[in-house]
């Protein structure tokens, strides 16, 4: 069985960084990709960051949180990281790990066939 475990989530002042981790075991879809969502109250659940498990570090950004976000990985430990700087308020969020378990865009979360339980992140001003 995939389990995905997500940590780092907390509160934090706008301008301030936080790191999540995500931690994977049993089967993974390392073909494909390693993503991040968030869903804020009364929002749908939008993609952040992506990366691939090749070995490329092939990443891809959305538009909101391009230059302030770095995606990363670390194979050996089976852990993907989100790296999240000069957060804004509009950040807050829980903030999911998926793995891609099927061909698709990177952004499509109906091409994630696995989730973690989310970890809150939670932005002041």
Not at 21 to 31: A, E, L, N
Not at 34 to 42: C, D, H, L
Not at 76 to 89: D, E, F, G, R
């Amino acid at each position: 069985q995939v389990q995905l475990v997500e940590s780092g989530g907390g509160l934090v002042q706008a301008g301030g960084s936080l790191r999540l981790s995500c931690v994977t075991s049993g089967r993974t879809f390392k073909d494909y990709v390693m993503g991040w969502f968030r869903q804020s109250p009364g929002a749908e659940r939008e993609f952040v960051a992506g990366i691939s498990w090749g070995g490329g570090q092939n990443t891809y950004y959305a538009d909101s949180v391009k230059g302030r976000v770095v995606i990363s990985r670390d194979n050996a430990k089976n852990t993907v990281y989100l790296q999240m700087n000069s957060l804004k308020p509009e950040d807050t969020a829980v903030y999911y790990c998926a793995a891609q378990t099927r061909a698709g865009s990177w952004a499509a979360s109906t091409t994630y066939g696995y989730w973690g339980q989310g970890t809150q992140v939670t932005v002041s001003a």
